[in-house]
Each structure stands twice: as C-alpha cells, then as structure tokens.
C-alpha cells in the first residue's frame, strides 16, 4: 500500500493521502474531527514547508484495518513487513521491535521527504522499542 516504506516508517500527509487517492482537505476535515491515526510529535521533525503532519505507516494501516472492521496490531504490521520486505520471519514481538529499530538507524534520520531533529531521530527509535 506504500511502496518503499516498511511499516514502522513515517509518512507525510502528502504521501499519505495520494497512497490512498484522498483529497487533502477530506484528510484535514477527518483530522479535525479526530477520526485519524494520532500523527508523530512535532517536534521530532525539521520544520517543513507547509508544516505537513507525519504519521507512522503501522498507525495507519492499523486505523485502515479497524475502518473496515478488521482486528490489526502494530508489531503485526512489522513482522508481516520484515518478512516481505526483507525475507525475515519473526514471531517474537521484541525481536521485530528490535529489528525495525536496528533497520530504521540504518536508514537515517531523513525518509524520503521527511527529516528528523537528532533529538527526534533518538526519541523515535526510542519509541520503536517501548512495549
């Protein structure tokens, strides 16, 4: 549904709402209404023309999930994106928080468009481990 991203990855609201081919003010009325996924802190990220949102891929396809009536899990969007994005089967929800958090160092603090702070880039990995 987002090519290129694992699920623990950010997204834009721009990235966001053209991956799910909605208007962008249909997403800011939905936000307003507090019927979206809670979008990252923002101060975690570089200030931004237009000082769009940013949200985690899982968050997302949870809230898609239960839209449709679906029972859907962060740590399961991230075993189901470690083994097929990158071949690796895991069934301990540690093991694929400490997985997506070694891959996500790895990739940086900058994501296609979206760029941390130092401070938010270590409080996002941070987050990727807590339970």
């Given at each position: ?58 968050q ?5 999930a ?11 969007t991230?075993?189901l ?51």
């Open positions: 549904m987002f090519p290129g991203l694992f699920a623990w990855s950010p997204i834009s609201t721009s990235a966001l709402t053209a991956a799910l081919n909605l208007d962008r003010g249909l997403w800011a009325t939905w936000r307003s209404r507090r019927l979206t996924p809670a979008p990252m802190p923002e101060a975690w990220f570089r200030r931004a023309p237009g000082a769009p949102l940013v949200y985690r891929v899982d997302v396809l949870v809230w898609l239960a839209r449709r009536g679906e029972q859907l899990d962060a740590p399961t991230w075993r994106s470690l083994l097929r994005d990158l071949d690796t089967d895991v069934s301990d929800p540690k093991e694929a928080r400490e997985l997506a958090a070694m891959y996500a160092r790895a990739a940086g603090p900058v994501v296609g468009d979206i760029r941390f702070t130092a401070a938010g880039f270590t409080a996002y990995l941070a987050s990727m481990l807590e339970a």
